[in-house]
């Protein structure tokens, strides 16, 4: 009887050039003997828990700015309310929006990360299986998706940390022009002018460039769940080639 990992054609033996191990390409599955962590799961064991911190750090630190930058709003257009009110108003509109997003980005890269420790669990959980079972423990190698869960997280929260320093420079901005050209344009000097327009302008984009990166982001999530549904196949379709391999010997 055939082993099922080599049931539809034989296979071919290749060498692993850096390991020096050989690993068996079959139609259906190309393994290597286990080797556990490479440099990219170490790192998203440091950082599972970092990223979740400081993610929800910046979405409380941007609900807070909101809120400020609302009430700041309110008493602008209120009886009492000064032009200033407004400026405050919408440099911490701009603060609550970029710490709010970097903070979304970050917890959204937590959760890629503990799909890739999910990852580790069941690639070292088949190890034990294949062990207590009496044979030769093989891993899955790296699926394309597996492959490209980190660069593609890694640009997303790279696009949110550009967004971030965009939106400071925005507030920082708006809150160095004089409240009164905020209030009434046609008053505003050069300098007021181009720092008002250079806000609207790049406010009209910036928020489509952090859905981007949140999106880049979950895609990654998306692609680590895809590797998991392969590991799980294989790990049970490995199993199953113990198990026949083992009625064939008490036959």
Request: charged share 15%; net charge positive; proline share 4%.
């Amino acid at each position: 009887m055939t082993s099922l990992l080599q049931r539809k054609s034989p296979s071919v033996t290749t060498t692993n050039n850096q390991t020096g191990q050989h690993a068996v390409t079959a139609t259906r599955y190309n393994t290597i003997p286990y080797k556990g962590d490479d440099s990219i799961q170490t790192l998203a064991v440091r950082l599972q828990w970092p990223m979740f911190i400081m993610g929800a750090m910046g979405v409380m630190l941007g609900l807070i700015l909101g809120i400020a930058g609302g009430v700041n709003l309110g008493d602008f257009f209120s009886p009492s309310g000064v032009a200033a009110d407004l400026g405050r108003g919408e440099a911490l509109a701009q603060l609550s929006g970029a710490f709010m997003f970097m903070g979304m980005g970050l917890i959204l890269g937590a959760v890629a990360s503990t799909l890739v420790n999910i990852v580790r669990t069941l690639r070292d959980a088949g190890r034990d299986v294949q062990s207590s079972l009496g044979a030769k423990p093989l891993q899955l190698v790296k699926p394309w998706s597996g492959k490209a869960t980190a660069p593609v997280m890694a640009m997303g929260v790279m696009i949110e940390m550009v967004t971030l320093v965009m939106g400071i420079v925005l507030a920082v901005s708006i809150g160095g022009v004089d409240p009164a050209a905020i209030v009434d344009p046609s008053i505003a000097s050069t300098g007021d002018l181009a720092d008002i327009g250079m806000v609207r302008a790049v406010g009209t984009w910036l928020p489509a460039l952090r859905i981007v990166g949140l999106s880049m982001i979950v895609a990654s999530i998306i692609l680590a769940l895809t590797t998991i549904r392969k590991i799980i196949r294989f790990q049970g379709d490995r199993i199953t080639e113990i198990a026949d391999e083992a009625r064939v010997i008490s036959v």
